[in-house]
T-cell receptor
Framework: NAGVTQTPKFQVLKTGQSMTLQCAQD?????MSWYRQDPGMGLRLIHY???????DQGEVPNGYNVSRSTTEDFPLRLLSAAPSQTSVYFC??????????FGDGTRLSIL | DAKTTQPPSMDCAEGRAANLPCNHS???????VYWYRQIHSQGPQYIIH???NNETNEMASLIITEDRKSSTLILPHATLRDTAVYYC??????????????FGQGTTLQVKP
């Protein structure tokens, strides 16, 4: 039981590049979410999903896409990276009405 | 989801109880109070949650006032490893619960030797 696994742990991109941050959970959790955390700030919700095939926007969705084709995976896509997207990204999962489990984060720098 | 207000920072002596307050004056009857902490920019870690009764687990105790407008997280014997940012979050229960959490700035707890 690995919990919530995020890959990669670190990534450097150039402005305009695209990439996908991976998130996988092996706990059969229905709910999954993506957050970003900027230095000295709390986490902000980007997108979330309440089940396979269902996604919705959070507080700061612009510049990001998500899909949920399986229960286990919830990838986050940066379409055209911008320096403002330099941040630490956290993925979380939970059963309905239960506390969320967080991954260890992906540290993303965009030059 | 209701907003929460926490002090930005607190100190606590090692071995003493750490009492972290949180105001949530606009909380609704169907909202839980959750506490998470974040150590060294790791992923947030769930601590405890409650609706209206006081709760205790192996990590902490949660005291919720009778009017539910505020709560206190208690770490009974703080250690240096409890140094972290603590987040108080209100979260709707039942069919309105979509799993999302709205984080504030949290309280940075510094446990000192």
């Amino acid at each position: 039981n690995a919990g919530v696994t995020q890959t990669p742990k670190f990534q450097v991109l150039k402005t305009g590049q695209s990439m996908t941050l991976q998130c996988a959970q092996d706990m059969n959790h229905e709910y999954m979410s993506w957050y970003r955390q900027d230095p000295g700030m709390g986490l902000r919700l980007i997108h979330y999903s309440v089940g396979a095939g269902i996604t919705d926007q959070g507080e700061v969705p612009n510049g990001y896409n998500v899909s949920r084709s399986t229960t286990e995976d919830f990838p986050l896509r940066l379409l055209s990276a911008a320096p403002s997207q330099t941040s630490v990204y956290f993925c979380a999962s939970s059963p309905p009405n239960q506390p969320q489990h967080f991954g260890d984060g992906t540290r993303l720098s965009i030059l | 989801d209701a907003k929460t207000t926490q002090p930005p920072s607190m100190d606590c002596a090692e071995g003493r109880a750490a009492n972290l307050p949180c105001n949530h004056s606009t909380i609704s009857g169907n909202e839980y109070v959750y506490w998470y902490r974040q150590i060294h920019s790791q992923g947030p870690q769930y601590i405890i949650h409650g609706l209206k009764n006081n709760e205790t687990n192996e990590m902490a105790s949660l005291i919720i006032t009778e009017d539910r407008k505020s709560s206190t997280l208690i770490l009974p014997h703080a250690t240096l490893r409890d140094t972290a940012v603590y987040y108080c979050i209100v979260r709707v229960r039942g069919s309105g619960n979509t799993g999302k959490l709205i984080f504030g700035q949290g309280t940075t707890l510094q446990v000192k030797p």
